[in-house]
């Protein structure tokens, strides 16, 4: 009797020690990592990409797919690197406080100019929250490590506006090596350097600017796991930017990779190559920490793949800076325990307005009401979002655009328009664009002619969205 009194109180223990374990899963906040290529083409992947060479260039990542949902036909809410970046950062239209086109580039302006009147002004509306500021609020120790460009001023700055942790750039690019010598000591030109929370960092300690933004991912996370709370990573690589400076090994692996394709070709890949062994030492220390099954990881890119970095887009039409699905469309996965069927794929809209919500939603928060993202938890259950309308309104290659998706019909008009000193004309006819994007992914036939209702009904979608945004402030 006493024996078996002893085994029916092993097995009751263990009943509890489960049911604790279990509970206590389900009420753990998961920790977030989002890592963001920047200007990353849309084929340039093994998961996006079937040829056998790209497998071979990025394991790591083609991994990750294995185990994430794969988003198809995923978008940013802008074709190039500051707003796409303020979008999915805030969770809404940047063009809601004037974030509609990219910061203003200083160079061939008067420094006297430049210093006084703008740098100071321009950046991410410092009364809107971001990813950082939501996610702190929500008990998380949060970290930045990489690429900001979303204002120089201080109090634009990441540790100013949400980060607990920041290492990386203000700036929108930098050499992949140290720098020599910043030229010039003042505003904007010294946030090429990298800085740490606001302190300026010794250039000489620089390998390669993709291996120190590595480095600094797994610092945050052994700094982030030594405490209870849970964290958000908000990985930003400057890989596949140019300058096309990719470390010794991973060119040479490109080149054996790619044997037949140009030097600059060859050189953006090894951008990607090394980019990927970092993703790859990151998800090899969350495991090694034993927080894996208790991290989401999502992986996107900026914008579509851009011609000056040689990337490719693969068959969708355009690239970075143009209103084309090349500009908008990017590769999104998205890992989570538990959650989300590995190697499963979602073939419907999303946008990356929608990744907020969901952390805030997964962190067991209230959503607040000025987001326009939706959840993509209903996606993660085996769910179809319900249709809705996306939009994109912004000065690039052919003139100010007008973009309105409801899938799977897009409508993109044009008219001429001045940026700075730059002046936009329209291209061609100036007539309106009408693709059906299911049909015809590439954008090569223009129904507009023949669908006039339609287009009618997409300008007024537009028009009626457009109200409710700001005049852009710069």
Known sequence: ??????????????????????????????????ILADDAGYADFGFQNNLPAYKQATPHLDQLAKQSMRFTQAYVSANVCAPSRAGLLTGMWQPRFGFRDNLPSHSGKPQKVWFTEQWKEIGLDVGVKTMGDHLKKLGYFTGLVGKWHLGYEDRFAPHNRGFDFFEGIRAGSRAFFPLKE?????????????EKNGVFLPEHEIKHVTKSQGDAALEFIDEASAGKNPFFLFLSFT????????DLTSYEKAKLLFPNDQKKRQQYMGLIIGMDEQVGRLTAHLKAKGIE?????????????????YSNNGDLRGHKWTPFEGGYRVPMLIKWPGNVKPASNYHSPVISLDLLPTFINAAGGEQPK?????????????????????????????????????????????????????????KGDGKPWLFNIEEDPGETRNLAENHPEKVEHMKSLFKGWVSEMEPPRW
């Open 1 to 34: 009797m006493n024996k078996n009194f002893f085994l029916q109180g092993l097995t009751l223990l263990s009943f509890f020690c489960v049911l604790s374990s279990s509970l206590a899963q389900q009420t753990t906040k998961p920790n977030i990592v989002v």
């Open 182 to 194: 910043i030229k010039n000591k003042i505003p904007p030109d010294r946030y090429h350097q990298r």
């Open 239 to 246: 890989a596949p930017h140019a300058p096309l400076q990719p």
């Open 293 to 309: 099954d208790n991290t989401i990881i999502v992986f996107l890119s900026d914008n579509g793949g851009s011609k000056k970095n």
């Open 370 to 426: 000025n987001l326009d993202g939706v959840l993509l938890q209903p996606v993660f259950a085996g769910k179809k979002l319900a249709k809705r309308p996306l939009f994109w309104w912004d000065t690039n290659s052919e003139g100010l655009t007008s973009t309105a998706l409801v899938h799977p019909w897009k409508l993109v008009t044009r008219e001429s328009a001045v940026r700075g000193s730059r002046k936009f004309k329209v």
